[in-house]
């Protein structure tokens, strides 16, 4: 074969090849005097006298005396012509793909026209190629059919018939001169992409729309709804008034609890939700590492005072609120194994009372409590220890034969003259002259660890290391009941933290145990309350009269709440990313007054 010419068995191989042109020299030689046409092909044979021959498919072509042939495909050949720049009756730009199938006629005439119009100087024809001869005839019925149509009506739903009329119409002179049939055609689409945007935005303002009407006919109904609900709330509060003006020494939390079930709900909303606080809340005191960050509750976006308390005594554990007899407000503040004492508001250490030779302990002073001039604090490991502010190095361990063994000796705390506490699954309570040798009164009725405690004018209350919330009711003689009440069942999940509160005229127990939600129920009552923080696990909280502050399982941020708005908190503190270091204890420290107990 002759370097550059015509591979014809590759040529017919190829299932875009429509027609090739080569000279006899190219094809024939002494080795070669016959080439066998395939299924589907012919060929238009030119002989040096200028004959014209057709061979049929599937036959031999021979050399005969020719110069020259004309190798075609005589099947149907799938063409597709892609058209741009056109434009519809409404002035969008768009595109259209066709899809054609035309049949190249195997006549002598029509093979020579197909030679003549098409190839002309070239050797092959490809599928493409034919496209490119076709198209500009495409191109002229297309522009004619999409200047009187719509752009929405040539992309979506245009007249398929009538294209194809015009396209067959002006696809007719140059197929007829290049010996081609039209048999087919297969497809047309029509896009726009200036269209689609168009559209696009047309719904996109129709669904804004939409939901403007949606949201207008929701807040009415809503409005319509809030206003019936604040008027049958009025109803109900209006019923209440008459009923507290009838009965002037009852309770409000009784009276309430003459109305029907879901009448109660309703109103132990109403009452929290208007009830406004007596005291607000100056401080969020929080003990980090060997630090007390101060955060405002109106800006908790960073501390706004930082206190250090690096000392001999350890890493800090808790922290509590209290007055001394002079009236400064003082922050007791406990520490691996001792306490310090710091004023509220000077930010500088009074004092660091410790425990003498106390050797290595792993946790921390859990709860430290003031009785006059006498500091008391609890610690798991080391007991009850009394410190004299006045001879803060000469402190004197209490109750050692009932600590002595224990696992847990936790939250001392002082009110109304007795000191409580906390000794593995009981209650102690003793009177103010302790330290004299008094035998303490022990509150028994747990089944678990006690690992909460908040003593009242109600009563002393408890949460127990497998989830129960026990109250041991006081009369008003002050003579404590031995048997608790069970307000909470068990549910595996030790209650941490726990506090009464009156708001409304309603007692409230607080508790937090490690589930997603900070409880509040209503002593006496069915009536729950849930803080909610989007799921996160709540391990501990702190209640004052006007928020709610809980810290989360990982004890990495702090999550807020006003009391009266449950539902969603109204600040997250992320204290490990401000200080590196984790939560330890909470104190909320109201403004200008002193602590108060429920």
């Known amino acids: 074969m002759v370097a550059g010419s015509l591979d014809v068995e590759r040529f017919f191989r190829r299932s875009d090849a429509v027609a090739a042109v080569a000279a006899a020299s190219e094809l024939f030689g002494i080795l070669r005097r016959s080439i066998d046409l395939p299924g589907g092909w012919t060929a238009l044979a030119t002989r040096r006298t200028g004959d014209l021959l057709v061979q049929a498919p599937g036959t031999a072509l021979v050399d005969n005396g020719l110069s020259e042939v004309l190798f075609v495909r005589a099947m149907p050949v799938d063409v597709h012509c892609d058209v741009d720049g056109l434009a519809s009756s409404d002035r969008f730009e768009c595109s259209a793909t066709v899809h054609l199938r035309v049949t190249p006629i195997a006549e002598k005439s029509e093979l020579a026209s197909l030679r003549e119009a098409v190839l002309g100087s070239g050797r092959t024809l490809l599928a493409t190629g034919l496209g490119r001869y076709l198209e500009p005839h495409v191109r002229t019925a297309l522009e004619s059919f999409a200047g009187g149509v719509a752009a929405a009506e040539l992309v979506e739903r245009f007249d398929r018939a009538a294209i194809e009329r015009l396209l067959r119409t002006e696809l007719q002179a140059p197929t007829f001169a290049a010996g081609l049939e039209l048999p087919d055609v297969i497809s047309i689409e029509f896009s726009s992409p200036a269209y689609s945007e168009a559209r696009m935005a047309e719904l996109e303002e129709s669904r804004r729309r939409q939901r403007a009407e949606s949201e207008r006919q929701l ?68 003990a980090a590492g060997n630090e007390l960050l101060y955060f405002d509750p109106r800006s908790t976006e960073s501390p706004a005072r930082r206190i250090s308390l690096d000392s001999p005594a350890g890493g800090l554990r808790s922290v509590q609120l209290a007055t001394l007899p002079d009236g400064l407000r003082v ?25 003498p030779q106390a050797g290595s302990v792993r946790g921390g002073f859990n709860s430290v409590a003031l009785f006059g001039e006498r500091i008391l604090a609890t610690h798991s490991e080391l007991g009850l220890w009394v410190w004299n502010q006045h001879i803060v190095a000469a402190p004197v361990r209490l109750l050692e034969s009932q600590t002595r063994a224990a696992k847990s000796v936790r939250d001392v705390q002082v009110y109304d003259g007795r000191i409580y506490l906390s000794v593995d699954d009981r209650v102690l309570v003793l009177s103010t002259d302790a330290a004299a040798g008094n035998e303490p009164l022990v509150l028994t009725g747990s089944s678990s660890a006690i690992t909460a405690l908040h003593a009242t004018s109600a009563g002393v209350f408890a949460g127990t290391s497998e989830g129960q919330v026990l109250g041991w009711d006081m009369d008003p003689n002050g003579t404590i009941q031995p048997a608790p009440r069970i307000l909470r069942g068990a549910t595996r999940r030790p209650v941490e933290s726990l506090a009464r509160l009156e708001h409304g005229g309603v007692a409230r127990i607080f508790y937090a145990d490690s589930s997603p939600s900070v409880e509040a129920r209503v002593i006496g009552d069915a009536f729950t309350c849930e803080y909610l923080a989007s799921g996160q ?62």
């Open 219 to 286: 807040a009415e109904s809503r409005a319509a709804s809030q206003r019936a609900h604040v008027e049958h709330l009025s109803g109900l509060l209006a019923r209440l008034d008459e009923l507290v003006v009838k009965s002037p020494s009852m309770k409000i939390g009784d009276l309430v609890r003459t109305f029907a079930d879901a009448e109660r709900g309703q109103l132990y909303q109403a009452l929290f939700a208007a009830s406004t606080p007596a005291v607000v809340t100056e401080w969020i005191v929080v």
């Open 331 to 355: 922050l007791l503040v406990g520490a691996g194994t001792g306490v310090h004492v710091v004023p509220v508001d000077a930010g500088t250490l009074l004092a660091t009372c410790t425990v």
């Open 537 to 598: 696990i709540l391990r501990r909280a702190s209640v004052a009269a006007d928020c709610v502050v809980a810290t989360v399982d990982g004890r990495d941020r702090l999550v807020c709440w006003k009391l009266n708005q449950p539902d969603r908190p109204s600040a997250v503190i992320p204290i490990s990313r401000l200080t590196g270091r984790s939560i330890q204890d909470v104190c909320l420290i109201p403004a200008n007054a002193e602590p108060t107990a429920a």
